[in-house]
């Protein structure tokens, strides 16, 4: 079995020296994207297909993400790059009644890495805080993950939010997670989707510099 097959079955089973194996395939060479797509990520899709059938059950699911969260702090100083000056403050959440931060902490991974601050305003974040934070905060973009079908609406509570205060034209809304897609950005408003955490990274950048 390869090394990214043993970190994915290591996630899937929860172990938590993951971090062992993860260090193992750094020194074995394989970039780090590798080892993320390959190794952890592959795990976590693995898991929710389980779920969907009803071979796994939560608790199931939260020991891997417990795995998932130790592996890629292995990879956290691999994937962003030393000594980059802020270019600009993000603040990032997951919506209000969502718990799934795996892909959030991809992300604010990805802009601190483009240099970018980030303020990471956690999970089950609604929209006044969202607000709250551009009002305080003095954020270029306000990005919003989700994971449920559920709550996937908060984002367009963001947006109406904003037109509301007059802030609109003021800050731009970033929307990604695995239930979005860019019709869905277009149909509330948005500014832009983007499909995984490094192309957030590098949408994020643009916006900043103004590019
Ligand atoms: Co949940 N869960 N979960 N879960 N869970 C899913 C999402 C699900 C698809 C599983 C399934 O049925 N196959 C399903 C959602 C169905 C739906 O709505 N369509 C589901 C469900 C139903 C639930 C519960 C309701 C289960 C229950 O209680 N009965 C419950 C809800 C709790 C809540 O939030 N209120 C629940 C709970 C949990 C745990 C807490 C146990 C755990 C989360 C732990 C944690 O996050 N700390 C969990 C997990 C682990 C999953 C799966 C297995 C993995 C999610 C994940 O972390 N993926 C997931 C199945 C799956 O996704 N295959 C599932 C890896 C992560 C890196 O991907 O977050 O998509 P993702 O991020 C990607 C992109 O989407 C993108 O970048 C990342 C890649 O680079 N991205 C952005 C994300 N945010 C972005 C923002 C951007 C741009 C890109 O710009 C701002």
Redesign the pocket.
């Known amino acids: 079995m390869n090394i990214c097959m043993q970190i994915s079955e290591a996630v899937q089973k929860g172990k938590k020296d993951v971090n062992v194996l993860v260090q193992q395939a750094l020194d074995e060479g394989l970039s780090p994207k590798t080892i993320l797509d390959e190794g952890l990520?592959a795990a976590?899709?693995i898991?929710?297909?389980k779920?969907?059938n009803n071979e796994i059950y939560?608790p199931e699911?939260?020991i891997?993400?417990r795995a998932m969260g130790i592996g890629t702090a292995v990879l956290k100083p691999h994937l962003t790059e030393a000594g980059v000056g802020s270019i600009g403050k993000v603040a990032?959440g997951t919506v209000k009644?969502?718990?799934?931060?795996?892909?959030?902490n991809?992300?604010r991974m990805m802009l601190e890495g483009k240099g970018i601050e980030v303020v990471d305003l956690g999970v089950d974040v609604s929209a006044e805080r969202f607000i709250e934070a551009y009002e305080n905060e003095g954020v270029g973009i306000i990005?919003?993950?989700a994971?449920?079908?559920?709550t996937m609406g908060e984002m367009k509570r963001v947006v109406d939010l904003l037109v509301e205060k007059g802030y609109r034209d003021k800050v731009k809304v970033?929307?990604?997670?695995?239930?979005i897609t860019d019709s869905y950005c277009k149909s509330i408003g948005a500014d832009y989707y983007?499909?995984?955490?490094?192309s957030?990274a590098d949408v994020a950048k643009k916006v900043l510099l103004g590019a």
């Open positions: 990520l976590m899709d898991i929710g297909e779920f969907k939560v699911m939260l891997a993400a990032l009644g969502d718990l799934h931060d795996i892909g959030k991809l992300v990005a919003c993950s994971l449920l079908t559920t970033m929307v990604g997670g695995a239930p983007t499909a995984d955490a490094a957030a």
